[in-house]
């Protein structure tokens, strides 16, 4: 649940200010398929070890005997990661860009893969990740009939993104934006079922078993989790074998974690390649950073898991401009001549600065009355340059106010506060689920918190501000560095 501010009339004149609750508004392209986890979806709990080393063994001999790959340093191992889990274990010491593991085309699944299957005539027109989804549902029925059993029984049947939360789970985080999203999400995936149901699953029934919304949104996390950070959307792939690998907080470089190339003669077959972006001891796991931009609420949603470093606390600001805006058109033009819209969406991390733009998008969005001169023509090619500096006391009072007041709303929402989180976070030993929505719950409130008490300072110092009018007459040499008004003799 983000804080909304609406500026619904300026500062100069009657104001009011619209915080509501704000469900984050989805991009299916972007949020399906990112990446990062500490343990990653191979999280097992009940299952008994023996049996799942029995399928790992014949994982590691479908892939590796059968498919083609080749692991020249790594083995698959159940991993106290620190849940009971699967993991890739460097068979030797390995040094930083090693490569570990390395996974042909054959053995991928993709837009392809579901083409060349007896449900790729029907799937052609479908998102990628839907016919995909639809795939690894369909083979999973199958259970040993499937050529990808081997596979597909080491996908773990729990996942732990609030997506599979119940609702007294969810409670936990009442208030989040991490609640709001995940409710959106699902949201999301039930329409993209219903669709998909009526359009393709129902008329072909003879292709199709018993499918549920659960099954779809169960593949939706498979493949939310599994895939890697560049392989989605369009270009969405589930390369087996590789998936094994964890995060790790302590890898801080995306970069060289893994390629695409050519193999073969000529290079014509295309391989999936890992590497260690860290040098490794034998018998160590290896792991990757699976995304550093990623946020611990988006942590949680695509893998259920948060990290304890501050830098993945955040909170998302979203400013609008209303139509209702008698300066609307003008305001709007000058968004997006520097990059923004109607609508700006700002991401704010705990221990962190404002994000570049937000101050200047605050005083567009508020200016009005006597300010509105600068929204004249004349000015459109440097009023964004103004409005990075504060332009009059009214305006900066306005967007002080409304921001403070933005913070208090969504705190309230919370039922907790930051002192009983941190007291149970101290205590320790809380079950996964409870642990993650309190460290999101405690890591929102802290970074409202900071925008608070950055808004609340700054509106207690706006009679010491310089503005527009005084800086104009500095530049005119009409007023002198202390403020002086300067007189010329005739």
């Known amino acids: 649940m983000a804080a909304t501010i609406s500026f619904l009339s300026s500062p100069a004149n ?48 479908w892939g590796c005997e059968k498919g083609g790959a080749v692991a020249p340093a790594v083995r698959a191992e159940m991993v106290e ?38 449900i790729g005539r029907v799937c052609g027109g479908l998102k990628p990740w839907i016919s995909v989804a ?45 609640l709001s999203t995940t409710l959106g999400v699902k949201e999301y995936v039930q329409s993209e079922f219903s669709k998909v149901e009526e359009e ?56 060289v974690a893994w390629q695409i190339k050519g193999s073969g003669l000529f290079s014509r077959e295309l391989v999936f390649s890992l590497r260690t972006p860290l040098p490794v001891n034998a018998g160590e796991q290896v792991f990757i950073q699976y995304d550093l931009k990623k946020s611990n609420a ?56 404002l994000p570049e733009g937000m101050l200047p998008y605050l005083r567009l969005a508020a200016l009005g009355g006597t300010d509105a001169f600068l929204l004249e023509s004349i000015f459109r ?45 101290k205590k320790g030993k809380l079950e996964l689920r409870l642990e993650i929505a309190v460290g999101v719950r405690l890591g929102e409130k802290k970074v409202l918190n900071q925008i608070l008490k950055t808004f609340e300072d700054r509106g207690k110092e706006v009679e010491g501000l310089e503005y527009y009018q005084e800086r104009r007459l500095k530049d005119l040499g009409l007023v002198g560095e202390q403020g002086e008004i300067i007189f010329w003799e005739s």
């Not at 078993?209 to 779809?216: A, C, G, H, K, W």
């Not at 996390?221 to 599994?226: E, K, N, T």
């Not at 103004?386 to 919370?414: G, T």
């Open 381 to 425: 090619n440097t009023v964004w340059g103004h409005l990075e500096l504060p332009v009059s006391q009214p305006n900066e009072e306005f967007i002080c106010k409304a921001v403070a007041d933005a913070c208090r709303s969504a705190l309230s929402l919370y039922r907790t506060t930051i002192e009983e989180d941190e007291e149970l976070l």
């Open 14 to 61: 009657v104001t009011a200010i619209n915080t509501k609750a704000w469900t984050r508004r989805l991009k299916p392209s972007t949020l399906l398929f990112s990446k990062t986890t500490r343990r990653r979806r191979s999280f097992i709990t009940s299952l008994n070890k023996e049996e799942e080393n029995k399928k790992v063994e014949r994982l590691w001999k």
């Open 134 to 178: 639809l795939f690894i549902i369909t083979e999973e029925k199958k259970k040993n009939g499937s050529p990808w059993c081997p596979y597909l029984d080491i996908l773990p049947q729990k996942l732990d993104s609030p997506l599979y939360w119940s609702e007294e789970e969810l409670t936990e985080i009442q208030g989040t934006q991490l």
């Open 298 to 353: 988006e942590l949680a949603l695509d893998y259920g898991f948060i990290e304890p470093n501050l830098g993945r606390d955040a909170y998302s600001l979203t400013l609008e401009i209303p139509e209702s805006d008698p300066f609307f058109g003008d305001k709007l033009d000058i968004a997006e001549s520097n990059g923004f819209g109607e609508t700006a969406y700002f991401n704010l991390l705990l221990d962190c600065g």
């Open 200 to 255: 393709i699953i129902l008329p072909n029934k003879h292709l199709f078993p018993s499918m549920t919304v659960d099954d779809f949104l169960w593949a939706f996390g498979i493949l939310r989790s599994r895939a890697f950070s560049q392989l989605r959307g369009k270009d969405l792939v589930l390369v087996p074998l590789a998936d094994l690998i964890n995060h790790s907080c302590n890898v801080n470089t995306e970069d």
């Open 81 to 118: 990661t620190p849940h009971f889990g699967l993991g890739l274990v460097a068979k030797r010491s390995l040094s930083q860009n090693q490569v570990v593991l390395e996974v042909p085309k054959k053995l991928w699944i993709n837009s392809d893969t579901v083409a060349a299957s007896e």
